[in-house]
C-alpha cells in the first residue's frame, strides 16, 4: 500500500494529464526594459538565475514597440531563436506553453503572485500591470496578479554572497512553485560571470537564411567589414550623460566593469563621420575586404562612405527594408565588425562573435591618446 501510494505521489507531481511538470517550480518575467538589446541582456542573467535556482525558465516573448501602434507587441520567444541549443544549458518552456499546459495545474488564477524588490509606483503592492509594455505583456497571456511579494534585499548576483542558497530557502517550490517578476531577475549590463551563456541563443533557420541569401546575392564575393551606428536624436541624447556615467549601458564590454580600460567618451558613443570613415578604411584594408555592411538605427551614411571608399573600389550596403535580427545575423558573420561600445545592439554582435572566435573592435577605443600613452609606456 506504502509503495502504490509513493508512486500514486510522484506520478501526480510529475505529470498531470500527460503534461510533465518540474517539481523545483518555475521562473516567469516581463522583459519590459528597453529594445531586443537590453531584452537579450537581461535574458542571458535571467537563464543563469533560473540554472542556479533550478527551476524551468518560461522563456517571455520579446517585447517590440512598432511605429502607430499605441501599446508594445509580443513576439513569441522562438520566433527568432531556437530552443533545442538552450535545453543543452537548462530547462526551458516557452511561456506560451507554460501558460497553456503548466499554469492550470500550478499556478491557477486565485494563486498568482507576483515578485518585485519593492512597492513599484503608486501604492503598496508591485503594481506589475502599470504602463507600458508592462500592462499589454501580462495581458497577452490573460494574466492578472492577486498579491505582491516582496523580495528585498536578495538580488539576482547567484554568483556571490551565497545567493542562491537565500533565495531557495525563502522561496521554496513546494510554497512557490512559480516565482513571477514585474521585471527580468537579471542586471543590465549583462552580468560579467553570465555573458558565455550568449553561445546557447542561436538564431531561427528563417533568420540565418535572410542573412545568408543577403550575403551570398548581394555582397560582392570576398571579405566584408560589418560596422553599427548608432546615431539617432535619442542617442544623442543619451550620450550627453557621459560626463556624470562612464559606464553608460554596454560600456563595460570595451571599458571593463571597473573602468579598467578607460572611460566612455564622445568619440565612442557619437563617432563623427570622418572618425567612421578613418577607421573602416583601415579595417578594410587590412582584411582585404570588398564590401561593407552598415547596420544602424538611423542614418546609414551610405552615399557618405560610398565617396570615402570609392578609391579603394569598395561598395557599401544596408538591408532594403532593415529588419534588426537579421542586421545582427550579418553582423555576426563579417570578417570583421566595428561596434559602439555604448550600445546593448553592438554588445550582442560583439558577445555572438566573440563566441565563434572572431574578431571584432569599437568606434573610439583604445582612443588614440590612450594607444599613444601605452606605446610611450613600453618605449619606457
Known amino acids: 500500500?506504502?509503495?502504490?501510494?509513493?508512486?500514486?505521489?510522484?506520478?501526480?507531481?510529475?505529470?498531470?494529464?500527460?503534461?510533465?511538470?518540474?517539481p523545483n517550480g518555475y521562473i516567469l518575467y516581463c522583459p519590459c526594459m528597453g529594445r531586443f538589446g537590453n531584452q537579450a541582456d537581461h535574458f542571458l542573467g535571467s537563464l543563469a538565475f533560473a540554472k542556479a535556482l533550478n527551476r524551468t525558465l518560461a522563456l517571455p516573448p520579446w517585447v517590440e514597440y512598432r511605429f502607430g501602434e499605441p501599446k508594445s507587441i509580443q513576439v513569441p520567444f522562438a520566433h527568432y531563436f531556437e530552443m533545442e541549443p538552450l535545453l543543452k544549458f537548462h530547462r526551458v518552456i516557452t511561456m506560451e506553453e507554460f501558460m497553456e499546459n503548466i499554469a492550470p495545474k500550478v499556478w491557477p488564477p486565485e494563486k498568482r503572485t507576483v515578485f518585485c524588490y519593492m512597492a513599484r509606483g503608486q501604492g503598496t503592492d508591485c503594481n506589475a500591470k502599470e504602463g507600458n509594455p508592462f500592462g499589454p505583456f501580462w495581458d497577452t497571456f490573460n494574466i492578472d496578479f492577486v498579491q505582491s511579494e516582496f523580495y528585498g534585499p536578495l538580488n539576482y548576483d547567484i554568483h556571490h554572497q551565497d545567493m542562491t542558497r537565500k533565495w531557495n530557502s525563502r522561496f521554496p517550490s513546494q510554497k512557490f512553485p512559480v516565482l513571477a517578476f514585474t521585471g527580468a531577475p537579471a542586471s543590465f549590463p549583462v552580468q560579467q560571470e553570465n555573458k558565455d551563456l550568449q553561445k546557447f541563443l542561436v538564431w531561427t533557420p528563417r533568420i540565418v537564411n535572410r542573412a545568408i541569401d543577403f550575403i551570398r546575392n548581394v555582397l560582392p564575393i570576398g571579405a566584408f567589414v560589418g560596422i553599427h551606428l548608432r546615431n539617432g536624436v535619442d542617442w544623442t541624447r543619451a550620450c550627453e550623460h557621459l560626463d556624470h556615467s562612464p559606464n553608460l549601458f554596454s560600456a563595460p564590454q570595451c571599458l571593463g566593469y571597473r573602468n579598467e580600460f578607460g572611460i566612455a567618451s564622445q568619440?565612442?558613443?557619437?563617432?563623427?563621420?570622418?572618425?567612421?570613415?578613418?577607421?573602416?578604411?583601415?579595417?578594410?584594408?587590412?582584411?582585404?575586404?570588398?564590401?561593407?555592411?552598415?547596420?544602424?538605427?538611423?542614418?546609414?551614411?551610405?552615399p557618405f562612405l560610398t565617396k570615402a571608399l570609392k578609391r579603394m573600389e569598395v561598395t557599401v550596403h544596408k538591408l532594403a527594408n532593415p529588419e534588426p535580427h537579421v542586421d545582427l545575423a550579418i553582423l555576426g558573420r563579417a570578417n570583421y565588425f566595428i561596434g559602439n561600445c555604448i550600445s546593448s545592439f553592438t554588445a550582442f554582435a560583439k558577445r555572438e562573435r566573440d563566441a565563434n572566435g572572431l574578431p571584432s573592435g569599437f568606434w573610439g577605443f583604445p582612443s588614440t591618446k590612450a594607444s599613444a600613452s601605452k606605446q610611450k609606456h613600453e618605449e619606457l
Do not use: R
Request: glycine letters at 2%.
Open 1 to 22: 500500500m506504502m509503495l502504490k501510494l509513493l508512486i500514486h505521489i510522484l506520478f501526480s507531481v510529475t505529470v498531470s494529464a500527460g503534461v510533465n511538470i518540474d
Open 267 to 302: 568619440d565612442m558613443c557619437f563617432p563623427t563621420p570622418d572618425a567612421v570613415a578613418k577607421q573602416v578604411k583601415l579595417a578594410v584594408k587590412e582584411y582585404h575586404a570588398k564590401s561593407v555592411f552598415v547596420s544602424s538605427d538611423n542614418d546609414h551614411l551610405i
